[in-house]
């Protein structure tokens, strides 16, 4: 069936074709519309799941947390501050292998209060033990909803699916609905194995545990995270078998005889495409990387995606002050791996904060500007900053 | 001085629906202000998040706009660090009861002078309509399309328990009233908890079919009644107005200091 659809109504379909069992849900903007849309389809019998309105986000994770130790597919959504808010949550979920799937759209974080796009609440996760899968489109942010259960079952850790503000969420698009037979087919009902709340054979879950078993239960999960990225693939593939749609954990567009790479994620790679297309009518050989996946960071492929190429130009929507952009902080150290002739030159730029557009003839002037300086004039560099 | 020389007129057109109710506290909330003789900057005003929260962006005084439900807690901050400040605190029955409840109770149980301001429209206005802890069981709200099947809070109750010394509800209908309710509320020394029920046309009204603002506000009118009254003795189903508690305690930025002579010798 295709429908036209925002971002959250994106997410909420991937969700409930799931069949998710329970939605924890607190309102927060630019998300709110995500748990709105799913209270409806409870409401009209299209979806088979207990919704549990609870009184925070905090409270929100608890109940995904607890649900899930149930043995039962669990969903919440969030965004910024909503997120921050989950922090303490978000370290347990992941060491307690629960595989609850969030929906974060991406806010800026207050103060100053602002509700526009910028990666920083989710990027600022990445300690936390969550898979995170960022999405360019609508029809990515439905298929990579349904995926992240698959993910995140398949290897009893949380997973986070990642939409841009309102460049996403509250942005209409054409989208395929899958038939909820062929998700079933695909994502069959959640099989928890051993580990959950069976009255039949008691466990105890979160008992203290001392250094060594603690040291063995976290090496697990860095394991884990390893295997993950064969996982990411193998479900990829799946899915474009059972719905004709493949993902990359990293992507390039026009890449291969390229001179220059902008690395962009999350919608602003969609906007790229369009800056390298116009690029390349201009006689530039222009390329574009998209990055979907930040954990597992897919350091191989991107190695294999950059060794040998001569510039590279990363563009953050993100920062962590004192640092850098985050996306180029990661890319920096897997780049290391590389020997000198064979490792590009990385141009760190930040744009796009709180919602500032990233436009064509922002990435355009950033292609330009990396092709012809020498060298990067700063770790990093801030596109489009307002000064008065 | 008149209302409009307390607002920060820059600041405007301000976001609230036409015929919300939050306005008319915000403008009686001045009042009582004035009519203290407080000095502007003698005032802090400190906000979470909301429909509500957004006012002390509108009033000039020292104002903060905090995070959500912690409003509380940031004023608890300004009254020890600065003990002699005018402390008052508008918030929403969402950002109060719900994500902020843990600080409500808190601050009550200290007994620390702040005025909390719980701007009641039964909703979380600001992301769009969903139920809150104060929406009356089986109202409906996005999150809620088929009526809520949670209990409300009676706040006052809430507030009488937890230990607040001064603890009244009024209703944006009852303008005259909530001036001198207020007035006394900050003028109390010691936790200060003022619920005042206030109209969300937008989203409370729509969603339960209450009509227009005007509609909303008669409702105040008809479905309230003060406290004790013959009416109540005759329609137990009609909510009360006024003060229910107003006691001298010891006051916590008060205790702290004195504490703190002491054992300086
Ligand atoms: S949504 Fe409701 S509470 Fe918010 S400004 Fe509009 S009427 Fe007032």
Request: with cysteine.
């Amino acid at each position: 069936m295709r429908k036209v659809l925002t971002g959250n109504q994106a997410v909420a379909y991937g969700a409930m074709l799931s069949g998710v069992e329970v939605v924890a849900a607190y309102p927060i903007t630019p998300q709110t519309t995500i748990i709105e849309t799913l209270a409806d389809m409870q409401a009209e019998g299209l979806g088979d799941f207990d919704y549990i309105r609870v009184e925070s986000e905090h409270s929100a994770m608890a109940a995904c947390i607890g649900a899930s130790m149930g043995g039962v597919r669990t969903f919440t959504a969030t965004s910024g501050q909503g997120l921050f808010l989950m922090h303490e949550m978000l370290h347990y979920a992941s060491g307690a292998r629960t595989p609850v799937v969030l929906a974060n759209v991406n806010r800026a974080p207050a103060a100053p209060w602002n509700i526009w796009s910028d990666q920083t609440d989710s990027l600022s996760q990445r300690e936390t033990g969550w898979i995170q899968l960022y999405c360019e489109g609508n029809q990515e942010v439905l298929d990579t909803t349904i995926m992240a259960f698959k993910i995140a079952e398949k290897l009893k850790l949380p997973a986070m699916v990642i939409l841009d503000a309102f460049f996403l969420s509250h942005t209409s698009e054409p989208i395929e609905i899958p038939d909820k037979e062929a998700v079933k087919d695909f994502l069959p009902t959640y099989d928890p194995k051993d580990i959950w709340l069976d009255p039949d054979n008691p466990h105890t879950f979160g008992a203290i545990a001392m250094s060594d078993p603690y040291m063995e239960l976290r090496w697990q999960i860095q394991r884990d995270m390893e295997i993950a990225k064969s996982v990411i693939a193998e479900v990829h593939e799946d899915f474009a078998h059972h719905f004709g749609r493949m993902y990359h954990q990293v992507e390039g567009y026009l890449a291969e005889d390229a001179e220059v790479l902008v690395i962009c994620t999350g919608t602003a790679a969609s906007t790229a495409r369009v800056a390298v297309e116009a690029l390349r009518a201009e006689g530039e050989r222009a390329g574009l990387v998209k990055i979907k996946t930040f954990r597992p960071f897919p350091g191989e492929e991107i190695i294999g995606a950059l060794k040998g190429k001569k510039k590279v130009a990363v563009i953050d929507r993100n920062f962590s002050p004192g640092a850098q952009g985050i996306w180029a902080q990661e890319l920096r150290s897997v780049l290391c791996e590389l020997s000198d002739q064979e490792r590009p030159m990385v141009y760190g730029y930040i744009a796009g904060i709180g919602g500032c557009d990233i436009s064509v003839k922002t990435i355009k002037e950033i292609y330009y500007k990396t092709l012809e300086s020498h060298r990067p004039d700063d770790i990093d560099m801030w596109v489009g900053v307002r000064h008065v | 001085m008149p209302a409009k020389d307390y607002l920060r007129q820059r600041f405007f057109p301000q976001i609230w629906c036409p015929g919300c109710g939050h306005g008319i506290i915000m403008g009686n909330m001045i009042r009582a202000i004035d009519q203290l003789g407080l000095e502007k900057n003698e005032v802090v005003v400190v906000s979470g998040i909301g429909c509500s929260s957004r006012m002390p962006g509108y009033v000039d005084f020292h104002s903060l706009h905090t995070l959500h439900g912690r409003a509380l807690a940031f004023a608890m901050g300004v009254k020890m660090g600065r003990p002699e400040l005018t402390v008052i605190v508008p918030m929403g029955d969402g950002d109060a009861a719900a994500i902020g409840g843990n600080h409500l109770i808190h601050a009550a149980r200290r007994n620390i002078d702040l005025t909390a301001i719980i701007m009641n429209n039964s909703i979380y206005g600001m992301t769009g309509g969903q139920f809150s802890p104060m929406t009356p069981f089986g109202d409906k709200g996005t999150t809620a399309p088929s009526g809520t099947i949670d209990h409300a809070f009676d706040i006052v109750e809430l507030a009488k328990g937890a230990g607040a010394s001064f603890v009244a509800r009024t209703t944006t209908y009852h303008v005259k009233e909530m001036i001198k309710i207020i007035a006394r509320a900050i003028k109390h020394k010691g936790f200060s908890m003022v619920e005042v029920m206030s109209q969300c046309p937008t989203y409370y009204g729509r969603k339960n079919k209450l009509g227009s603002a005007v509609d909303m506000m008669n409702s105040y009118k008809d479905g309230t009644t003060s406290i004790g009254s013959k009416k109540k003795a005759e329609h137990p189903e009609l909510i009360e107005r006024g003060v229910f508690l107003e006691e001298e305690r010891p006051e916590y930025s008060a205790s702290y200091s004195a504490l703190v002579k002491k054992s300086q010798g």
